[in-house]
């Protein structure tokens, strides 16, 4: 596809989607993998503990898994990350009181993607797992193979995030997508990005899954398609009917042991798949790692200014004296234009992909022409959804 400086879903060529993807990955590509297995390269963590040990060999490794995340396969599989799973079975324990406790409350009935009741899911897991036994948090996360491939595509410094699911026999299967960030967008607004905030998405975040359970394939492990991050305007594509066709005849899946890791570029095209075992609860913490140059270099206090601006953004706007775009550029000055992060458990996304943000929340305020102590309220209302 040639450059543009935007993409839309009208410009998406199937047949560079189709070359891209149709790379074969070489196991002579790659120093420590220990096979490479339907493109993806497995790596085995208990061979490679001298490796991490050694400062000169730990950097080659970690330039070898940005290499595969980055520019070829986009995912790689830890073979025994947890080379002793007791940390696993501990935090396995801790989820299922976590879950059971959360549906009696009347949360964590489903997620966004399966019939409810037939999956659970734990919102802010990272968190909620720390409070409950900090002691098994500690050796849980206390794992130098997901640190290791966290720097890898990262960098030092970057931010964990966890969330747990459980997809019961007869779970439904996810669609082709991509993830956080601009996979959270709608398609009208992931195309008012230019293309390269659409490239930047896809390195400011990794993506992991630590395997609870032995997950053969009839359990729905996720389905991937290998390859597909290189496609620059994918954030676009996979919300087509003939790409994520595509995904559906081409993917593949891989079997995982309890114990197991798998991480993947966040642009990769995936989908958890069908549970279509009889007994298998399968659980997988999902382990969301974000850069940590994604910050204002200042602190800001983005609601106490939205207050303060309403009522004068009322008066210019009933006076003539602010346009349309004059008022949308005002607002953006002052109000949060993202929505997230936020605690998923009080704040989720209803009818979209992302909750409500401040600035949203401001230009529909200035519709429903409410008073300036209601829209206080509302705002202290949005930030104590948002609080942990």
């Known amino acids: 596809m040639k450059d543009s400086a935007y993409f839309d879903v009208t410009s998406c060529d199937l047949a560079e989607f189709a070359r891209l993807t149709g790379q074969t990955l070489s196991p002579s590509d790659l120093r420590f993998a220990a096979a490479v297995d339907k493109n993806v390269p497995i790596y085995d963590m208990a061979a490679l503990n001298g490796v991490l040990s050694d400062p000169v060999q730990r950097a080659e490794l970690l330039a070898e898994w940005g290499f595969v995340l980055g520019r070829s396969a986009g995912v790689l599989v830890l073979r025994t990350a947890y080379a002793d799973t007791t940390p696993i079975d501990a935090a396995t324990a801790i989820f299922d009181r976590i879950i059971a406790r959360e549906q009696e409350a009347g949360k964590g009935a489903g997620d966004h993607f399966a019939k409810a009741g037939s999956n659970a899911r734990i919102w802010n897991a990272l968190q909620k797992h720390c409070f409950e036994d900090p002691h098994a948090f500690a050796l849980y996360y206390g794992n130098t193979a997901i640190a290791a491939v966290c720097e890898a595509w990262l960098g030092p410094f970057y931010q964990m995030t966890a969330q747990v699911n459980l997809v019961r026999p007869g779970g439904q299967a996810q669609s082709a997508h991509r993830d956080y960030h601009l996979g959270f967008q709608t398609a009208e607004v992931a195309a008012r990005f230019p293309a390269h905030v659409h490239d930047l998405s896809s390195v400011m975040t990794l993506q992991g899954a630590v395997a609870h359970c032995d997950m053969p394939v009839e359990s729905g492990p996720t389905k991937l398609l290998p390859f597909s991050q290189l496609f620059r305007p994918g954030y676009m594509a996979y919300r087509r009917d003939d790409f994520r066709a595509f995904f559906e005849e081409n993917c593949i899946q891989m079997p995982l042991t309890k114990g197991d890791a798998l991480f993947f570029n966040p642009a990769l095209?995936?989908?958890?798949?069908?549970?279509?075992?009889?007994?298998?609860?399968?659980?997988?913490?999902?382990?969301?790692?974000?850069?940590?140059?994604?910050?204002?270099?200042?602190?800001?206090?983005r609601t106490a200014m939205c207050?303060?601006?309403?009522?004068?953004?009322?008066?210019?706007?009933?006076?003539?004296?602010?346009?349309d775009a004059n008022l949308n550029a005002a607002i953006a000055a002052a109000a949060e234009g993202y929505s997230f992060p936020t605690n998923l458990d009080n704040d989720p996304p209803l009818g979209g992909l992302a909750p409500e943000t401040q600035n949203a929340l401001f230009h529909r305020a200035l519709a429903e022409g409410i008073s300036p102590q209601d829209f206080a309220a509302a705002l202290a209302d949005q930030d104590a959804r948002r609080q942990p």
């Open 307 to 323: 207050r303060v601006l309403y009522p004068a953004i009322q008066s210019l706007r009933a006076q003539g004296a602010l346009e």
């Open 269 to 301: 095209f995936h989908a958890a798949g069908e549970n279509r075992s009889a007994d298998i609860q399968r659980m997988a913490n999902l382990l969301q790692i974000s850069s940590a140059l994604g910050r204002a270099m200042e602190t800001i206090d």
